[in-house]
């Protein structure tokens, strides 16, 4: 307990407290910024951080990462247009009530509750159950990657909208979509077409903003073209900054729970936010009296994959902290820069330097609270722009899209690739297709696919491999019955209700 409060002064400095709080605002606005993400975000800022005197550059370093996630959910909620990867199932819920029930101030602030929330619920279980998350996290090989990955997909079957089918033919879609590129075992090239671009495959985030932003800004465009008379938006009032009771009493259950799975999925090296987000929001579907409410501004929708996105900032650090091992790519940025400041992390840390360690926890929960300080106190501006009418909105979304696209690589190719997925991006909304399947299967195809092959490998081609350990078995059967869920369960419901009647039809003759 000495270490811990040799760190707690430490952070509480105005020094420290000062670079926590310019990382958390400088985080915040490179998640409003399609295109940018966490990972660039920390990769810019790491030369600056490295000049600054002690560990106050780890501190910012730890600012920009909750920030840049909690970041991505503003532009999620109030344009469609995702930040980062871990707010793309923001959109789902978040847009409908901001713009379609004229309540933006109410998705800003459960949104940045649930992100709070998450993320500080993180923070403490890293403080006390870091050990324990390792040694589970120690067990994961290619099969249970492979079986996370199909828990993961399995989601798609919440996130179809109101179509399974149609969901699923989006899923296959995305996996076809992450084989293109070069084969990763045998060095093949596959659907290339000869062209060196697509020899590294299909780039995540301009299929992302494709999808999402430049598919809105076209229906922007077709909205203001139908309704030109209409030229000024009807004025939303923010009557409060913070969620209501009966918001927090509906959201709490639904805050616990994906901040344990972000925890979770965070503590397991190789995951990330954006499958934490996706697999928090099929379970707050799951466990919902209202499923049906799903995708047309649930407060559950906001909040699930808030609290499990934020959550991962202090799950990813456990396997760093325990066992140097990146739990993502931020994390990795993370190992650079505590190896350069002489923080090894490893199983010897916790012993040797029990002060940096808690310096690193005391720092996230600080991070944290600055984010939810920043965020509430920005919920009034933020929601101006929902009153921007969308003859000026509609330009600055595309030019989000071109220059968050061009900004990744530096590449025009890309923007080719966003511009040609917008336009299929739209055509798939007027189809009443469900965009995030797509997503999905492009996020997982590569994971699925290299881990089954790995554990085929290891196990001399034995398929039974993954129902032979306990925690692959049992990752499967779940995501299984997940993926058959919206097809058997109504006929279940018809045959119990059936069974019913037909008992209170004897009993009534008797």
Same mark, same amino acid.
């Given at each position: ?65 909750? $920030? ?66 390792? /040694? ?15 828990? $993961? ?40 077409? $000869? ?33 030109? /008379? ?72 906001? *909040? ?79 929601? /101006? ?18 220059? $968050? ?24 909304? /007027? ?23 790995? *554990? ?55």
């Amino acid at each position: 307990m000495n270490a811990f409060f040799q760190a707690f002064l430490a952070v509480i400095s105005p020094v420290s407290l000062l670079s926590i709080f310019s990382g958390t605002l400088c985080g915040i606005w490179v998640g409003i910024m399609p295109g940018l993400s966490s990972v660039m975000g920390m990769s810019i800022m790491l030369p600056l951080t490295l000049s600054l005197s002690g560990t106050n550059g780890i501190m910012m370093m730890l600012g920009i990462f909750c $920030g840049a996630i909690y970041g991505g959910s503003i532009t999620a909620i109030l344009l469609n247009t995702p930040g980062t990867a871990n707010s793309a199932a923001t959109c789902l819920d978040g847009h409908p009530m901001a713009i379609k029930y004229k309540q933006p101030g109410r998705a800003l602030s459960i949104s940045t509750t649930a992100s709070t929330f998450g993320g500080l619920f993180a923070a403490v279980m890293l403080l006390i159950t870091a050990p324990l998350l390792a /040694k589970v996290a120690l067990k994961f090989s290619a099969p249970e990657y492979f079986a996370l990955a199909i828990f $993961g997909l399995s989601v798609v079957t919440s996130v179809s909208s109101t179509n399974v089918i149609k969901g699923l033919i989006g899923a296959i879609v995305g996996l076809l979509l992450a084989t293109i590129g070069m084969d990763s075992f045998t060095g093949d090239f596959r659907l290339t077409f $000869g062209t060196v671009y697509l020899t590294g495959g299909i780039g995540f985030i301009p299929v992302l903003i494709g999808l999402f932003a430049f598919s809105q800004g076209l229906i922007n465009v077709e909205d203001e073209y139908h309704n030109r /008379k209409k030229m000024k938006k009807e004025v939303t009032v923010i009557e409060r900054i913070f969620p209501s009771k009966e918001d927090l009493k509906t959201i709490t259950p639904t805050l616990i729970r994906s901040s344990l799975i972000g925890t979770l999925i965070g503590a397991i090296p190789g995951t990330g936010g954006d499958i934490a987000s996706w697999v928090g929001y099929n379970e707050a579907k799951r466990w919902s009296k209202h499923p049906e409410k799903f995708g047309d501004g649930a407060p559950d929708g906001i *909040a699930a994959p808030e609290a499990a996105n934020n959550a991962i900032s202090g799950g990813a650090l456990i396997p760093l902290l325990t066992m140097g091992i990146p739990g993502d790519a931020c994390t990795a940025i993370m190992l650079g820069a505590l190896m350069m400041q002489g923080i090894t992390p490893g199983p010897l840390l916790f012993t040797e330097q029990a002060v940096k360690v808690y310096l690193i926890i005391v720092g996230l929960f600080f991070a944290n609270i600055f984010m939810g300080i920043i965020g509430f106190s920005g919920i009034k501006l933020f929601s /101006k722009i929902v009153h921007v009418p969308n003859i000026i909105l509609a330009p600055i979304i595309f030019v989000f899209c071109f220059v $968050g696209t061009f900004a990744i690589n530096h590449n025009i190719s890309d923007v080719y690739l966003m511009i040609v997925c917008g336009i299929l991006g739209y055509y798939i909304i /007027k189809m009443e297709f469900s965009i995030p399947p797509i997503i999905l299967g492009l996020i997982l195809g590569s994971t699925i696919e290299n881990n089954y092959r790995r *554990a085929m490998v290891l196990s001399d081609g034995n398929a039974f491999i993954f129902f032979e350990r306990p925690i692959s078995c049992v990752l499967l059967i779940i995501g299984i019955l997940s993926l058959f869920y919206p097809f058997f369960f109504p006929i279940v419901k018809k045959a119990i209700a059936k069974h019913k009647l037909a008992k209170a039809g004897k009993g009534e003759t008797q």
